[in-house]
């Protein structure tokens, strides 16, 4: 057995694979880049080295600097997770060549289903079914429309070189065809430097149903189907196993053909074959063709192991380090049902905009497996993919997993981000795909009322003016506030004014627009029109109330002068983004569109220009910090006359 494992790569994975190597008394070695010193992933390792800079180019994908630091920690094994050079056959060959072992394929395995051209034409040679289309040489703009239009519409562009959804493109009519190829030969160009395209006929009502396989070189077996027809825009968002409306024969005939496609590339590792799924009728045994095959460990991995109790990282070190496979398939049953919610800092209401934080509270439910590679006060940055963790949960069936998915979403609480939750939570609580009724389309089709921004009720309201009035423990809802003042008062809460109107000691009338919210504190612990307070967190001047349709409001707060002065007094944050430089100090006289700062937000610089002609008074934040969304980064003296 392998003694000491190098981590290539961050995040939720490399925590993962570094709990499985402890439980299997391995050492572990960790890298990270200058944004992740403080990362969870170098917290859980036994041992962390330094390669190189944010960028992924300068880091993760640095194969040199990473068989470097697995030489001088002493690991003999590096295992590479998914993403960055996971599916790379020179590092793969790089390791080898520096007497290191590598936990996945081979180089040549990796090559063979590398480009989705000549995988679909080995697996033809193979006898898997695959979808009909083109996948030859020729790359002549009239050959592929003449293939297109034999093919018939609507048709699939994929980039041989494609990965994560990227490079692809519908054409639903002949029309469509120039402006889509030559569209996805551009987008294929820049993200993966090679522009070849395949044609492929669209399936409609498509599923997107995938086979976990396993080999050791001279055996494989797989380990049973995950459905993640739920995406958006070619991205998973929430997979399940096994798949709604499986039968044993249709189940038995993918399985063989995912079997079939590892032998023929004597794969060893874990790996995923992937269908595409005719989905306007039952499931049937000639209705599912292959449209790749990922070479290394799936993000969606926990739900298979969920339904069958094995831990596929387990098996995977057992197998690098030379054992057999584990179990045989007449072995590997399935256990209920697993569903898996992919939980991203990312802003679903407006266009699903990748979101950043430092996250100021992050708590799961003790009924979810949550894994993930931050914990409270660690930051989602610009740099990497915005995901704050996995959400996993199994019953005894269907219905029930969905149930625990839900309540799972609910009491998962997160502030300092903007998250998916309550996407996530409209999907899971969606009426057909309760029924089993998914389809690659569906999110497409409801997204609208998927991603609605919920209303603050006034109940809401009530409770964040009062808990921002700093009233009261702040952290805890249920403590009791103590009102000091027999006199009204007004605060501003997510831009609406509510006017709280003290009752006595223990009441408080909170009026928001039209209507009055009765806060009454009943044993010690306030209610808001008799419903107990909603579970919340405060960070700085916004509270973030939690469940299945989360919610942050921010407050002008009265007591603080930048806030309160007249508009064009201060700079505030127009996004939430990193704080990259501050121009000026206080006292510093400047002019009507002056650079004071630069935010870097979504990988991109804004420059924060003086609103007018005055004098600093205040720099609430300095260059290198995280900053929130509407908070006062730079305030100007008052005005004359302004107060
Ligand atoms: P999966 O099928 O596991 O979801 P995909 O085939 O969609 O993965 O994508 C391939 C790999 O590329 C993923 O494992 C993921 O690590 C990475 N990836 C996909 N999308 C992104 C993204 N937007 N940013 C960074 N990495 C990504
Ligand atoms: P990637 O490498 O980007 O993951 P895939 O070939 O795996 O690309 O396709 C990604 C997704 O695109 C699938 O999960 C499915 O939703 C959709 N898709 C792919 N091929 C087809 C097809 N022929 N017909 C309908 N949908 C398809
Ligand atoms: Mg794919």
């Known amino acids: 057995m392998i003694s000491k494992l190098l981590i290539a790569n961050r995040g939720e994975i490399a925590c993962r694979i570094i709990e499985s190597a402890r439980a299997r008394g391995i050492a572990t070695v960790a890298v990270y880049s200058d944004a992740d010193a403080q990362a969870r992933h170098v917290r859980l390792a036994d041992q962390a080295v330094r390669i190189g800079g944010a960028a992924p180019s300068d880091s993760y994908l640095r194969g ?34 520096a007497g290191l072992i590598f936990v996945g394929p081979s180089a040549q395995a990796i090559r063979a289903m590398g480009l989705k051209d000549r995988a679909k034409a080995l697996m033809v040679k193979a006898g898997v079914p695959v979808v009909p289309g083109y996948h030859g040489a020729d790359q002549d703009d009239a050959r592929l429309r003449a293939e297109a239009d034999k093919i018939g519409y609507p048709v699939l562009i994929k980039a041989v070189a494609g990965g994560g959804g990227k490079g692809m493109r519908l054409a639903e009519a002949a029309e469509d065809f120039d402006e889509a190829l030559a569209s996805a030969r551009a987008e294929a160009q820049a993200a993966f430097g ?44 929430i997979e399940e196993a096994p798949a709604p409306g499986m039968t044993p024969e249709v189940r038995a005939a993918m399985g063989a053909a995912a079997v079939k496609a590892a032998k023929a590339i004597g794969y060893s590792g874990a790996g995923t074959v ?88 992050l708590a799961f439910p003790p009924s979810v497996r949550a894994d993930t590679g931050v914990a409270a006060g660690d930051s989602i940055t610009p740099h990497y993919d915005p995901m704050v963790a996995k959400l996993i949960t199994h019953g005894p069936d269907r219905a029930t997993a969905l149930k625990a998915l839900r309540d799972g979403l609910a009491a998962t609480e997160v502030a300092g981000t903007t998250t998916n939750i309550g996407f996530l939570s409209a999907l899971a ?57 027999p006199l009204r008062w007004r605060v501003e809460v997510g831009g609406q004014g509510v006017t709280l109107t003290p009752r006595g000691p223990d009441e408080v009338i909170c009026t928001v627009g039209e209507a009055a919210v009765s806060a009454q504190r009943l044993g010690g612990v306030w209610r808001f029109d008799g419903q107990a307070p909603r579970p919340c967190h405060i960070h700085g001047r916004a509270i973030t109330l939690f469940g299945a349709a989360p919610l942050t409001l921010g407050m002008a707060d009265p007591l603080d002068r930048a806030s309160t002065q007249a508009a064009g007094d201060a700079v505030l944050s127009p996004m939430p983004g990193l704080l990259r430089d501050v121009a000026v100090a206080v006292g510093d006289t400047v002019a009507e569109d002056d650079r004071l700062a630069v935010l870097e937000a979504m990988k991109m610089e804004h420059v924060l220009r003086a609103p007018r002609d005055g004098t600093v008074a205040q720099i609430a934040h300095e260059a290198g910090e995280q900053v929130q969304a509407g908070v006062v980064l730079i305030a100007l003296d008052a005005q004359d006359g302004d107060a």
């Open 64 to 97: 040199d600097r990473i068989i470097d630091a697995a030489r001088a920690t002493g690991a003999e094994a590096i295992h590479p997770g998914y993403g960055f050079l996971s599916e790379n056959p020179d590092f793969v060959e790089a390791v080898a060549q």
């Open 194 to 237: 090679n522009s070849d395209v395949l044609i492929e006929k669209f399936i409609t009502a498509p599923r997107h149903i995938e086979v976990q396989i396993f080999g050791d070189g001279a055996n494989a077996l797989h380990l049973f189907e995950r459905d993640c027809s739920l995406q958006r825009r070619h991205q998973k968002v």
């Open 274 to 361: 992937e269908f595409i799924v005719d989905g306007s009728g039952p499931l049937r045994s000639d209705g599912f063709w292959f449209m790749e095959m990922n070479t290394r460990l799936q993000v969606e991995h926990p739900v298979t192991e969920a339904i069958t109790g094995v831990d596929l990282v387990d098996w995977q070190l057992r197998v690098a380090s030379g054992a057999p496979l584990p179990a045989t398939q007449e072995e590997l049953t399935i256990h209920g049902h697993a569903f898996e919610a992919r939980l991203y800092a990312e802003d679903a209401a407006n266009g699903f905009l990748p979101a950043i934080g430092t996250l100021s509270h």
């Open 429 to 485: 609580a969606d009426p057909d795909f309760a029924q089993g009724g998914v389809d690659t389309g569906l999110i497409a089709r409801k997204i609208d009322s998927l991603t609605a921004a919920p209303d603050p009720r006034p109940q809401d309201m009530a409770q964040a003016a009062l808990m921002l009035s700093g009233l009261g423990d702040r952290q805890d809802p249920h403590s009791g506030f103590t009102l000091h003042t």
